[in-house]
Nanobody, 127 residues
Framework: QVQLVESGGGLVPAGGSLRLSCAAS????????MAWFRQAPGKERELVAA????????AYVDSVMYRFTISRDNVKNAMYLQMNKLKPDDTAVYYC????????????????????WGQGTQVTVSS
């Protein structure tokens, strides 16, 4: 399993931006497809974005398309989520996740596809 640590969350006004980071402790980071999930109070955890092992494939949930950008740096063993034009509905705990099994990333991926999880970072968007 991969140890994952998120950072970069915080409080931001609507329309603002945040950049989340996920640091991975593994010697073979490029063997893992990665993803960001989020969970708002009272709601189920949902996929936000995913990125393939080499970074060439990405997928987004419709609600964040064209506002969020997922990326990774396989030299630094890190993944990022650039979030722009934030809305109050984006308020949630954001988790990074790793999968050694997923090869092709799609917006249909679920929690069950990912074996390793970080502890989460809170993102709060004020109206």
């Amino acid at each position: 399993q991969v140890q994952l640590v998120e950072s970069g969350g915080g409080l931001v006004p609507a329309g603002g931006s945040l950049r989340l980071s996920c640091a991975a402790s593994t010697r073979s980071f490029d063997n893992y497809s990665m993803a960001w999930f989020r969970q708002a109070p009272g709601k189920e955890r949902e996929l936000v974005a995913a990125i393939s092992r080499g970074g060439g494939g990405t997928a987004y949930v419709d609600s964040v398309m064209y506002r969020f950008t997922i990326s990774r740096d396989n030299v630094k063993n890190a993944m990022y989520l650039q979030m722009n034009k934030l809305k109050p509905d984006d308020t949630a705990v954001y988790y990074c996740a790793a999968s050694g099994r997923v090869v092709v990333v799609t917006s249909g991926l679920s929690e069950a596809d990912f074996a390793s999880w970080g502890q989460g970072t809170q993102v709060t968007v004020s109206s």
